[in-house]
């Protein structure tokens, strides 16, 4: 398993929203290792948060490749202030997420009910 979570402050709100619509319309129809692709937006509208997990790194650099074309757009939507991944992540994904400024976590405690 791989994850991270986005922190943003976000620059355009309903360009934001409408992305998210689009973006995760289309990895729930074409990812199947996307495990979790979740977009949350601040009451105020100011902040953003994304949670996405994956099956594994393979599955990351599948959803990175696909999503490529609206790179540019959901980047004019906001400002990315963090970057925090965890899981196992291989040196292909890892490159990847040291483009956004990723910081890696390891767990400390916890669990996960499915």
Do not use: C
């Not at 490749?65 to 925090?84: H, K, Q, S, W, Y």
């Amino acid at each position: 398993m791989l994850a991270y979570t986005i922190r943003a402050s976000i620059k355009d709100a309903d360009g934001f929203k409408a992305i998210a619509s689009e973006m995760s319309a289309q990895v729930e129809a074409d990812e199947p290792g996307t495990q979790a692709y979740q977009w949350f937006f601040s009451r105020d509208g100011s902040s953003g948060m994304i949670y996405e997990q994956f099956e594994n790194s393979e599955a990351f650099l599948t959803h990175l490749e696909n999503l490529e074309p609206a790179m540019e757009r959901f980047m004019a939507t906001l400002d990315i202030e963090g970057v925090f991944a965890f899981g196992e992540i291989d040196d292909a994904a890892k490159a990847a997420l040291d483009g956004f400024g990723a910081v890696y976590g390891d767990m400390v405690a916890g669990f996960m009910r499915g």
